[in-house]
């Protein structure tokens, strides 16, 4: 077996599997160089897969399973460098694939396992360039199968999984993989063997075939097998004097004629076996061009040695002809009536089939018999196939179940020369199609086809009508759902309003019942007046919408100046309007002169009033502080097209409520006049109508021939814009009072739903409650100013109040102030009460307070919901205030009871002293943190603190409200009960066991213990 030839001149330097041999081409003698076990000096294996002459006049020899060699050529011994484990500058395999001596004269070798080694002169020692995969720069793979140097001077590398380039001037890689998706990549992972030929075209020979580099976009071009190699495994390359590629493969060689030009049509000429090779099959990178033009392929047999120019061409092309017709695998006779052959098939030029002739074969052959075994054919069924199937020496074409139509048979051959045959044999065949594709029987498949979609389509018709019909019976169900939940979030909401004035309506008259009068009776009554109106001006509205919606409601039109109307309902709110500091201004736009003179128009004095207090109301609420309110009123005349000419021109007057609020989202604004409708973005900032007062005020208006728009955009403000006609020819006779001139005066009081008392200060009371020694410290957190005055006057006695006035501004002061329990309204604006327990119990900080939800929302769900969010308790408005006190002095008792157990208590567990998982796991993490540094009596709070990730202020506060003691205070505790655990085990002496808990003073450690348990250590242990 024939490894590796290297040709020098008159030498030809052969490896093999059993050694090396040094033939003289002259003299025709051969020296043999075996390994010998008992001479160092010999070669180290038999196996030679590597030769090489360096620029340094050396000779290297590379073996399987010995290493590199150095030959000495005139001691003819061999100096040999092996892998060592222990030493990284040894080889890094002792298995040689390739040497190569690159143009600087530096040495590289090629290795299984071991990668690319760079061989250093002087130190004698090598480099390994390996694969890292944690590095971006590295060679692709440890087994390095050929070497090339470029012309570029840069280093072509083959090893398993790609083939790479190396910079060795800059040390970095370049990796050339296959890739599916991507022809022009190279067609296999990796490369048998890299050649330069002398166009300097870079090619590389692997297992799929030949590949050609394009230095101009780093992609490849493959030859394969349909291109007219003999074989796709490429095992050599060699340029002849002449320019063709010979390539050495696993069924013989290929000459690639002009390869170097690399012809767009390649033309290969192949020889095999019969052609005097030593076999069909050559080795691995066994090839050699010597200085005289021979080239030398090694295989299993020996090797060949040619000139290529001394090889005879033979340009005869064979022709073809067909040889015989089979169906089902039988040949078809000829001249039987029902016989689709009536003479020979190679005189015919069509053949008819049935459609039940299904599968048929047709024979050929090429008319060549000097080398007839390497005749090679290919054919194609036009019609049937796009492509040429090339199918060596096979001489029969099989098809099966081919439709009916008409196709072209055409068959070609190669003979072995390499030429196809420029004319190629054909004959057409048509295929009868069955009775069921006929054209007739297509049209009558069209004729049942277009039944068949008119009755689907009656079908799906009949069905979308059906559907429809179910669609508009659900959008009725919906309708009448949709309106029974507003009128049950309706009830809901009018439930609220009236819950909060009856509660501070019963709650200051139970307390004259129990305590008598006060110094403080006159703002209770007035609180008792406010809500006992507020509550009567709810139920007038609904009382008077009901009229409307019965149609009892009868206009009783005055002549009436509504600049004075609008200006005292503007005094009633002026107050609230101070309190929220609210900017308002109310202009007139008339014509100069009428400034002066009364605006009368033909009103109802007492619906109009509600109408602008419901609009002015509406505005203050949701308009936040610094915020504006404006009401325009303008005096127009407009011109009605619908209307006789006589009657076009009207007088009207218009009225504008603008807001700087939050604004209306679009999608509301077409609903906004709807009964019982409330806008999310409403409910969004904590107010909760009863979704009425506008659906009254637009009836109002209608009711007065009047109309009413509004205008609004997310973000800012709101505009209500009302035209009321003036004179009274849109009125009924009965409609009008002409009795009276002069306007009545309002019989409806009008009282701002959200009246603030601003009497009163909180830092003042907060400075006055902290003088209450040993109070507990209670935060209150409601929106309406009279509830939340009452129950500051209520708890004030016995606690110390903290009051604010929505969810946001409690959790500011929650955070700040620490308190020992929190009462919570639950519809608020801003932060409702829901997010603001669900926040406070999240944040490690605040999660140990008690919460009482105060609320308006009686409902088991509401009540249900209140308490998953982490509620201690919840109380329905009204509500009694003695039960109120009652639950926050049992709440805040039950901490205090919790506390104390702690301080007796030894070894008490976290979930013994909490209910709150955040708690459990804030003291089980301080217990460990304590238990870790119990032993060290230097462990203080600044570390205590650090190790929890808190500040000392932080820790004290939180130790505090859990356990009642100082930080300090509670590691000490701990340190306490830990020892009491280890007395009563007996663990150790006394003495011993209050160093082990931290105390260096075994009388301090008996002074603390006896002061949490009331006893000595020596008593507790018995």
């Known amino acids: 077996m024939i490894n590796v030839i290297y040709e020098e001149k008159d030498l030809l330097w ?3 599997e059993k050694g090396l041999n040094i033939l003289n081409k002259k003299t025709g003698s051969v020296e043999y160089y075996n390994y010998n076990p008992y001479d160092d000096r010999s070669i180290s294996s038999n196996s030679v897969l590597a030769i090489c002459r360096d620029k340094k006049n050396l000779m290297w020899i590379g073996t399987w399973a010995g290493g590199l060699n150095l030959f000495n050529e005139e001691s003819k011994t061999f100096t040999r460098y092996k892998y060592n484990e222990h030493d990284e500058t040894s080889l890094g395999s002792n298995n040689i694939f390739d040497i190569m001596c690159d143009s600087d004269g530096d040495l590289w070798v090629a290795t299984m396992g071991g990668g690319l080694n760079f061989y250093n002169y002087k130190t004698q020692n090598f480099k390994r360039y390996g694969t890292d995969f944690q590095e971006e720069n590295t060679i692709s793979d440890n087994w390095v199968e050929c070497l090339l140097e470029s012309s570029s001077g840069d ?229 049937f196939e796009d492509d040429w199937n090339y199918v060596g020496n096979q001489r029969l074409a099989t098809y099966t179940n081919l439709d009916a139509g008409e196709y072209i048979f055409r068959v070609k051959a190669i003979g072995h020369d390499d030429i196809w045959h420029e004319q190629d044999k054909s004959i057409r065949i048509i295929i009868i199609p069955p009775w069921w594709k006929t054209w007739w029987a297509y049209l009558l498949y069209f004729v049942l086809g277009i039944s068949f979609l008119y009755s689907i389509w009656r079908f799906q018709l009949n069905r979308a009508k059906i559907k429809h019909e179910l669609i508009l019976e659900q959008q009725h169900a919906e309708k009448l759902e949709e309106l029974n939940r507003m009128k049950s979030r309706f009830f809901s909401n009018i439930t609220h309003e009236f819950r909060t004035p009856l509660t501070l309506i019963m709650g200051p008259v139970k307390q004259f019942l129990t305590d008598g009068v006060q110094s403080n009776f006159s703002d209770k009554c007035k609180m008792i007046l406010r809500n006992s109106e507020k509550l009567y001006h709810l139920i007038n509205q609904l009382l008077e919408l009901n009229k409307l919606e019965a149609g009892f409601i009868k206009l009783e039109a005055r002549e009436t100046n509504i600049i004075p109307i609008i200006e005292k309902i503007i005094l009633s709110f002026s107050s609230l309007m101070d309190s929220e500091k609210i900017k308002f201004n109310f202009s007139v736009i008339r014509e100069p002169d009428q400034i002066n003179t009364p605006l009368n128009i033909y009103i109802d004095g007492d619906k109009f009033e509600k109408i602008i207090n419901n609009l002015l109301s509406n505005a203050i609420k949701f308009t936040p502080e610094e915020g504006n309110i404006e009401i325009i009123l303008k005096d127009f005349i407009v011109g009605h097209k619908g209307q006789p000419a006589k009657d076009r021109e009207k007088e009207y007057i218009e009225i504008i409520v603008k807001d700087s609020g939050r604004g209306i989202p679009e999608g509301d604004l077409n609903r906004i006049f709807d009964r019982f409708y409330q806008v999310d973005n409403s409910r969004y900032s904590g107010y909760v109508g009863t979704g009425i007062g506008l659906s009254l005020v637009k009836e109002l208006v209608e009711l007065h021939r009047g109309t009413i728009k509004v205008e609004s955009a997310t973000g800012k403000g709101t505009s209500f814009i009302l035209h009321l006609l003036k004179g009274y020819e849109h009125f009924e006779s009965s409609e009008i009072m002409r009795d009276l001139k002069n306007t009545e005066e309002s019989r409806s009081r009008i009282i701002p739903d959200n009246y603030i008392n601003n009497d009163e200060n909180q830092s003042a009371v907060l400075k006055k409650i902290t003088n209450i020694k040993n109070s507990s410290r209670i935060l209150i957190i409601e929106d309406n100013p009279d509830l939340l005055k009452y129950l500051s006057d209520c708890l004030c006695k016995k ?121 459990k796991k804030f003291l089980e993490k301080g217990l460990l943190i304590i238990e870790k540094n119990i032993s060290d009596s230097n462990f203080s ?73 009331g006893m000595y250590p020596s008593n507790y242990s018995e």
């Open 14 to 16: 052969i490896g093999t």
């Open 155 to 383: 280093i072509w590398i083959s090893t398993t999984t790609a083939v790479d380039i190396f910079d060795k001037h800059n040390q970095r890689f370049t990796s050339f993989k296959h890739d599916t998706s991507d022809p022009s990549s190279i067609n296999y992972n990796g490369a048998i063997f890299l050649y330069e030929d002398s166009n300097k075209n870079i090619w590389a020979g692997t297992e799929s075939g030949l590949n050609l580099f394009n230095r101009e976009d780093s992609t490849f071009s493959s030859y394969q097998e349909s291109d007219g190699l003999p074989n796709n495994t490429i095992k050599g390359i060699c340029e002849d004097n002449k320019g063709n590629l010979w390539l050495s493969t696993n069924y013989g060689l290929s000459k690639f004629i002009n390869g170097i030009n690399h012809p767009k049509h390649p033309k290969f000429k192949n020889y095999n076996i019969s052609d005097g090779l030593q076999g069909n099959e050559f080795n691995n990178r066994c090839v050699c061009k010597g200085h005289d033009g021979i080239l030398y392929f090694g295989g299993n047999n020996g090797f060949n040695a040619f000139k290529p120019e001394d090889i005879a061409q033979d340009t005869e092309s064979p022709e073809v002809v067909l040889t015989n017709f089979l169906i089902f695998n039988k040949p078809v006779e000829i001249g039987r009536e029902d016989s689709p052959l009536q003479k020979h098939i190679s005189l015919c030029e069509e053949l008819r089939l049935n459609y039940n002739h299904s599968v048929f074969c047709i024979e050929y052959a090429a008319l060549n018999f000097l080398k007839p075994d390497k005749n090679r054919y290919a054919f194609m069924l036009e019609g």
């Open 799 to 919: 606690y110390q109040i903290i009051k604010a006035k929505n969810g946001e501004e409690g959790v500011g002061k929650a955070l700040r102030y620490i308190p020992d329990l929190i009462v919570s309204d639950l519809i608020m604006p801003n932060m409702d009460g829901l997010t603001f327990c669900s926040t406070i119990k999240k944040d490690e900080r605040t999660s140990h307070i008690p919460v009482i939800f105060l609320t308006a929302r009686a409902s088991g769900e509401s009540r249900i919901k209140g308490l998953q969010t982490g509620a201690d308790d919840y109380i329905c408005k009204p509500f009694e205030i003695n039960e109120l006190e009652a639950r926050i002095q049992n709440l805040i008792d039950q901490r205090q009871q919790l506390k104390e157990k702690f301080k007796r208590k030894a070894g008490l567990k976290p979930h013994e002293i909490v209910t709150s998982s955040l708690d």
């Open 941 to 1013: 709070v600044e570390k205590f603190a650090k190790e929890m990730a808190l500040s000392r202020v932080q820790l004290y506060r939180k130790i505090r409200a859990l356990t009642g003691q100082t930080a300090s205070e509670f590691i000490r505790t701990v340190r306490i009960n830990r020892a009491a655990q280890l007395l009563k085990q007996k663990y150790d002496n006394i003495g011993q066991i209050a160093f082990f808990v931290g105390f260096n003073n075994p009388s301090y450690f008996s002074k603390c213990f006896y002061k949490q348990f």
